[in-house]
Structures are given as C-alpha cells and as structure tokens.
C-alpha cells in the first residue's frame, strides 16, 4: 500500500504567554485510498492537525511527508504550489463566489498553478460530471441549493486531481437529507481511489471512514 501522508512526532506550539501545546507529538500514516476521519470535542486540536496537512502552519517539532517527500520545511511559495496539485480543501462554508459560474468557480482551483485556460475548463467541467452537476456548469451559485453548492465546491477541491481530499466538517451547514447525499458522495469518491481525511465532532459522519482518529487535548489516538 503506498503512502500518501506520514507525520512523525509532529507537534505544534504556540508561544505565550501563556504558550499553548495545541498538537501533541503526534504520528500516523494515511494509505493511498483510505478515508480517515478525525473526531473529537471543539479544542480538541482537530484544526490545527487539518492546518498541518493542508500545509496551512508549520510543525513546530516532526516531519511531514506527502507523496513520499519531505514537506516539513518548505518555502511558502512552495508550500503553495504543493497545495495547488496534491491538497483539496473543502470547508463547512462553501465560498464560492455569487457572480461567477459554477464551472468558473472550479477553474478558480487552478488559478495559480499555470495551467492554460483550456486545460483549466476541461478539468473543472470534468469534476463537475464527477459530482453530478455536469449539466450545471453555466449555474450561478445562488441559483443553487446548499447541497448542490457543497458539490461545486468538492469539484473544485477535485479539479487538480489532488493526492488528498481535507474535508472541514463538510455537512455542517446542512440539513440532514443532504448531509446524507454529500456523505454518499464522499463514500463513491473513496471507493473510486479517492483518500478523504474529513473532520467531524459527529459520530454518524465519522462511521463513513474505515480509520477513526480521535483529538483530545492536542493528542491523536486511533480507534483499533
């Protein structure tokens, strides 16, 4: 099984006063098609690990490796560009911007990354066929429901083909019936190859993955 992430004693501080250990030396590895969920009360230190993956803050202790290279200690403009090809976000909100299309928001993915406008629309229009929303790429955001508007941002989290999916309680702002669709959507991308990593304080959510990981007080624990 190949390894798409590897923290090794990762932990994160933050200087006082009063300083603040908000990740405890922490270590996992995420296999290639895994869907990990990661549990755990508000503080627990959830965001900060999802900040960590997303290559959003730096370990103050560790290494991290993604894809199978060190990414510990790299420049911010690296740090960009390898969350531009190998990291999909996709938040509880689902910022998508009202004046563009949808299939303009997920070409947004690939703003920064160089790749040609083309190539951009035949991916975005891609991932949208992926999420079921093909035949809505010319579709304002506010002509859409929550759910319909979840989707377009999974596209985009899609678009580049990422190595991971990092999902920020991703039904939180919906009801449960469409809660239940996203969900199903994220178990199809999964049984296709797809490795999610979804952070949920909710236990019905975290049945979905098939590796549960538990924060509480900055410490990771993994359900055996």
Same mark, same amino acid.
């Given at each position: 099984? /190949?390894?798409?992430?590897?923290?090794?004693?990762?932990?994160?501080?933050? !200087?006082?006063? @009063?300083?603040?250990? !908000?990740?405890?030396?922490?270590?996992?590895?995420?296999?290639?098609?895994?869907?990990?969920?990661?549990?755990?009360?508000?503080?627990?230190?959830?965001?900060?690990? *999802?900040?960590?993956?997303?290559?959003?803050?730096?370990?103050?202790?560790?290494?991290?490796?993604?894809?199978?290279?060190?990414?510990? &200690? %790299?420049?911010?403009? +690296?740090?960009? $560009?390898?969350?531009?090809?190998?990291?999909?976000?996709?938040?509880?909100?689902?910022? &998508?911007?009202?004046?563009?299309?949808? &299939? #303009?928001?997920?070409?947004?993915?690939?703003?920064?990354?160089?790749?040609?406008?083309? +190539?951009?629309?035949?991916?975005?229009?891609?991932?949208?066929?992926?999420?079921? =929303?093909?035949?809505?790429?010319? $579709? *304002?955001?506010?002509?859409?429901?929550?759910?319909?508007?979840? $989707?377009? !941002?999974?596209?985009?989290?899609?678009?580049?083909? @990422?190595?991971?999916?990092?999902?920020?309680? @991703?039904?939180?702002?919906?009801?449960? !019936?469409?809660?239940?669709?996203?969900?199903?959507?994220?178990? #199809? %991308?999964?049984?296709?190859?797809? /490795?999610?990593? %979804?952070?949920?304080?909710?236990?019905?959510?975290?049945?979905?993955?098939?590796? /549960? =990981?538990?924060?509480?007080?900055?410490? &990771?624990? +993994?359900?055996?």
């Amino acid at each position: 099984m /190949t390894s798409v992430v590897e923290l090794h004693e990762v932990s994160r501080v933050y !200087a006082g006063p @009063p300083e603040v250990r !908000a990740l405890e030396a922490s270590s996992v590895t995420i296999d290639e098609g895994d869907f990990v969920t990661i549990v755990g009360p508000s503080g627990s230190g959830k965001s900060t690990l *999802l900040n960590i993956l997303g290559l959003l803050d730096k370990p103050t202790s560790g290494t991290y490796s993604l894809r199978g290279s060190d990414v510990t &200690l %790299l420049s911010e403009n +690296e740090r960009a $560009r390898v969350r531009g090809t190998d990291i999909g976000f996709v938040f509880q909100s689902f910022h &998508l911007l009202e004046q563009r299309t949808c &299939l #303009e928001n997920v070409m947004l993915s690939d703003l920064y990354n160089g790749t040609s406008e083309r +190539e951009s629309r035949e991916r975005a229009n891609h991932a949208l066929h992926a999420v079921g =929303l093909g035949e809505y790429d010319q $579709r *304002l955001p506010t002509e859409l429901s929550g759910g319909q508007q979840q $989707r377009v !941002a999974i596209a985009r989290a899609l678009a580049s083909d @990422p190595a991971v999916l990092l999902c920020d309680e @991703p039904t939180g702002n919906l009801d449960s !019936a469409t809660a239940a669709a996203i969900l199903a959507l994220f178990d #199809e %991308l999964n049984a296709s190859g797809r /490795t999610v990593v %979804l952070i949920t304080h909710d236990a019905e959510v975290a049945s979905h993955g098939n590796r /549960t =990981l538990h924060m509480l007080d900055g410490t &990771l624990s +993994e359900t055996s």
